[in-house]
T-cell receptor, first 113, second 113 residues
Framework: QQQVKQSPQSLIVQKGGISIINCAYE??????FPWYQQFPGKGPALLIA?????SEKKEGRFTISFNKSAKQFSLHIMDSQPGDSATYFCAASIRGDGQNFVFGPGTRLSVLP | DGGITQSPKYLFRKEGQNVTLSCEQN?????MYWYRQDPGQGLRLIYY???????QKGDIAEGYSVSREKKESFPLTVTSAQKNPTAFYLC????????????FGSGTRLTVV
């Protein structure tokens, strides 16, 4: 119930291509869905987030698509660049509940020059 | 600049030793968290605190202890009871309630020698 599933585990994309990472959840009480980007040896940094009252949010080259009925959300990175190479984590949380901030297992993205 | 400072960046522990990882934030955040990250895996919650002088166990609290005597500080002690402490430890903070995302520190890599 508390898990967030994430796929693929790793992803290799050519420069300029589109990177797509998918996540799925079970707990319908989740009401906040952020994505984090982590470079090696660093802490994760908030990239973009969405709430379930919208189906899509775009910030620059990064877009979250959210499907409430399917309980799925995905991150799309347009025009992927080598500098985007990092590990990406999706997460889900319940407002007002500090323990229920659940992370997916992560996707290691490599963008080839 | 506001942020979270974790120290030390690298820490080596001998068998049977207790070690303490420091986490300080100047973001005026109420909630603070400790996560453990193992290679190729997601983040697992060790302890969290939503208010000074109060904290709760996360999913993997055994072998760890924390204190929250000041709003700015949330140190983590890895005790000798933690049988497999080698990992990357991340401290995070938020305004509370889990609804605004986390700010992470840069992490401490702990190695047992």
């Amino acid at each position: 119930q508390q898990q967030v599933k994430q796929s693929p585990q790793s992803l290799i994309v050519q420069k300029g291509g589109i990177s797509i990472i998918n996540c799925a959840y079970e707990n319908t009480a989740f009401d906040y869905f952020p994505w984090y980007q982590q470079f090696p040896g660093k802490g994760p940094a908030l990239l973009i987030a969405i709430r379930p009252d919208v189906s899509e949010k775009k910030e620059g080259r990064f877009t979250i698509s959210f499907n409430k009925s399917a309980k799925q959300f995905s991150l799309h990175i347009m025009d992927s660049q080598p500098g985007d190479s990092a590990t990406y984590f999706c997460a889900a949380s319940i407002r007002g509940d500090g323990q229920n901030f659940v992370f997916g297992p992560g996707t290691r993205l490599s963008v080839l020059p | 600049d506001g942020g979270i400072t974790q120290s030390p960046k690298y820490l080596f522990r001998k068998e049977g030793q207790n070690v303490t990882l420091s986490c300080e934030q100047n973001l005026n955040h109420d909630a603070m968290y400790w996560y453990r990250q193992d290679p190729g895996q997601g983040l697992r919650l060790i302890y969290y605190s939503q208010i000074v002088n109060d904290f709760q166990k996360g999913d993997i609290a055994e072998g760890y202890s924390v204190s929250r005597e000041k709003k700015e500080s949330f140190p983590l002690t890895v005790t000798s009871a933690q049988k497999n402490p080698t990992a990357f430890y991340l401290c995070a903070s938020s305004t509370g309630g889990g609804s605004y995302g986390y700010t992470f520190g840069s992490g401490t890599r702990l190695t047992v020698v």
